[in-house]
């Protein structure tokens, strides 16, 4: 890095620090560009995307389609508001519903304002439909969940640094330990409206449920007269390996909550989903957003499941998932005991680092500065989430730079031993 280079660079980021609010803690890249799977900084250096802007980007970084038809858009109308009908509205939301199968959909902006948009409807059908008396709803919850940042959803949160000092807190949530059937029974109530739930929990690690899980707590639902509503914002739209990580169970909830992917990286878009008699409860003035379902949005998010049905994006999440997940499991062994478990699906996973030996942080950092990005997670996961667009070598050459990574501090914390032999039976079965 030169000096003029080095300049710019810190130009940016000292820009941040001194005007922005320090509630993030960015990677020290400075991104200038990106195309697809490859992002370059203010350097021109290269570097793999493997986050994919928690999903928002799974088509790849402004992939052809959606900015042509952003572009298109944008030479008709962008926002009117919901005052009006427009002409892009209507196919994005009949698109919508026919790819996941409910009758009526709700567009919203951000995740968090469309699982704002789920309680809401959760507890007025509770209150109209199930005749609970209204301010005693309840929805139970999982443990260690993540649905976004508002103050209604941290209120629920269990994780104590997205909590501190936003109280007071609404009430109405119960909590049970995710995967686990026994700990929901005990956390309902008479009150009981309906459980929110991600498929996988990606904040807390992308940590997936016991298999059956989700068929037994749908079965339990249907029989307690309780709505089931799936929060796949990250999980949805191809990231495991199918449209909607609750296929994998062979199940349907009765709401569903969509967001990131739905933009095609280029715009915030989130949707509400369910059939009439859950989404009937909401009549004219009860719920509304000025952007949500404007024009651009509506027009984007339909060119965005366009793409993902066209190019056939759910079937190769499906494969090139299997194989990156294969590869980093053969990273786990080679340097265990640095590296202790790994698990995902699809295009989805979560490396576990042994604290007593390093930070997910600073393994981040070293293979940012070898032209990976990922991220880490309460300082001992690390995420791989790459666009659903990512080729096999792309792959390969991300898992290679995780690899010497990871082999490089074993090497510095003296862990050659269990290194040396672990890599030994490795490479037996995963090539180099």
Not at 64 to 81: E, I, M, Y
Not at 281 to 289: C, E, K, L, Y
Not at 397 to 417: I, P, S, W, Y
């Amino acid at each position: 890095m030169d000096a003029t280079t080095a300049t710019a660079t810190q130009t940016f980021i000292g820009q941040e620090a001194r005007f922005g609010a320090r509630n993030y803690q960015p990677v020290p890249v400075v991104v200038a560009r990106a195309r697809d799977c490859l992002i370059w900084d203010v350097e021109g250096r290269e570097y793999i995307d493997m986050m994919s802007a928690y999903s928002a980007v799974s088509h790849g970084h402004l992939h052809p389609r959606l900015v042509a038809a952003v572009q298109r858009q944008l030479q008709q109308v962008a926002v009117t508001s919901r005052a009006y009908h427009g002409t892009t509205l209507g196919p994005f939301l009949e698109k919508l519903c026919t790819v996941a199968g409910f009758d009526r959909a709700l567009p919203m902006n951000t995740g968090a304002e469309a699982v704002e948009t789920a309680i809401k409807c959760a507890r007025r059908w509770g209150h109209f439909v199930k005749g609970i008396a209204d301010g005693e709803q309840q929805i139970l919850v999982a443990r260690g969940n993540f649905h976004g940042r508002t103050s209604t959803i941290i209120g629920f949160s269990t994780e104590a640094d997205y909590r501190a000092g936003f109280g007071p807190f609404a009430p109405g949530f119960r909590h049970f330990d995710f995967g686990d059937m026994a700990s929901v029974r005990a956390a309902t109530t008479a009150s009981t409206c309906a459980v929110l739930i991600e498929p996988i929990q990606g904040e807390a690690g992308v940590i997936l449920p016991p298999d059956g899980f989700f068929r037994e707590l749908r079965d339990w639902c249907t029989r307690n007269d309780i709505l089931l509503i799936d929060d796949e914002v990250q999980a949805g739209l191809g990231r495991t390996g199918r449209w909607f990580a609750f296929e994998h169970e062979g199940i349907r909830p009765d709401a569903l909550i969509l967001g990131k992917a739905l933009g095609g990286g280029v715009l915030p878009v989130s949707a509400f989903l369910a059939d009439r008699a859950v989404m009937d409860v909401f009549n004219p003035g009860s719920h509304g957003s000025t952007f949500g379902g404007n024009a651009l949005a509506a027009a984007v998010g339909l060119e965005a499941l366009l793409v993902i049905e066209d190019e056939d994006l759910v079937a190769r999440s499906a494969a090139l998932g299997e194989h990156m997940l294969e590869r980093l499991r053969g990273v786990m062994h080679a340097a265990a005991p640095l590296v202790r478990g790994v698990r995902g699906r699809g295009l989805w996973a979560g490396v576990d680092i042994d604290p007593a030996h390093a930070s997910a942080r600073e393994l981040v950092e070293r293979l940012a500065e070898r032209g990976v990005l990922s991220k880490e997670t309460h300082e001992t996961v690390i995420r791989f989430a790459p666009p659903l667009t990512i080729t096999r070598e792309l792959i390969d050459r991300a898992v290679d730079t995780f690899q010497e990574v990871a082999m490089q501090k074993c090497r510095e914390l003296a862990l050659d031993a269990t290194f040396v032999s672990a890599k030994t039976r490795i490479e037996a079965v995963v090539p180099a």
